[in-house]
């Protein structure tokens, strides 16, 4: 869900701001909506009809944004796309207080321009730290889901080279093993017949 943050001007250069971003891709994502009017009758800007036009950011000019509003400080981004070209400038400003001269009003003013679009962003101290805190709870997404990713991505890594390192087991047909052949014993044979012979017998 995105967060909002409203800000308008009698002189009608104001708008909404609603920021989100997207782990899968990345990115922060401002889609500016243009003021289009004051309502003197409850002295609030009016936004409805205005035109819309969206900026994508990435991490690092996000963590830009926090750094700023951190220190007190400003930064910016510029991006060409299809020869448009689509600028943001982030600023912390004191000016004086006109009611009373001894204060100074402090805060942070966006001023985003794409083509002919252009819209000025007002933040107090109090909306620029809840922008910020947005801003951090999107990193950390972000990083968790890239974090999730790469363990996913190694695990399923390490799963693939186990199975190409798994011995193969090969499946060997019975091997019949030969029977030796049995002794084959005669049955009813006569022993040999041994002559006992006397001295007629001795041939000397």
């Not at 920021?19 to 243009?34: A, E, I, L, Y």
């Not at 981004?77 to 982030?90: A, D, L, P, R």
């Amino acid at each position: 869900m995105p967060s909002l943050f409203f800000s308008g001007t009698k002189a009608g250069t104001g708008g909404v701001l609603a920021v989100s971003f997207n782990s899968k891709d990345q990115s922060v994502f401002w889609r500016v909506t243009k003021q289009t009017g004051w309502n003197d009758k409850i002295n609030k800007p009016t936004f409805a009809g205005g035109e819309t036009v969206t900026f994508k950011l990435t991490q690092d000019e996000a963590g830009d944004i926090i750094h700023a509003v951190s220190g007190h400080d400003q930064c910016g981004f510029y991006h060409t796309f299809n020869n448009e070209s689509s600028t943001g400038n982030f600023r912390y400003y004191e000016v004086d207080d006109k009611k009373t001269q001894d204060k100074k009003i402090r805060g942070f003013g966006l001023t985003l321009k794409k083509g002919a679009f252009e819209s000025k962003i007002g933040f107090s101290l109090g909306s620029a730290e809840r922008f910020s805190q947005y801003l951090q709870f999107a990193l950390l997404r972000m990083n968790e889901a890239s974090y999730a990713q790469d363990k996913k991505d190694f695990e399923e890594r390490s799963k693939k080279k186990d199975g190409d390192n798994k011995p193969k087991i090969v499946k060997r047909e019975p091997v019949q093993e030969e029977t030796p052949e049995e002794s084959v014993v005669e049955e009813n044979v006569d022993p040999p017949e041994i002559v006992e012979g006397g001295e007629d017998n001795l041939n000397w």
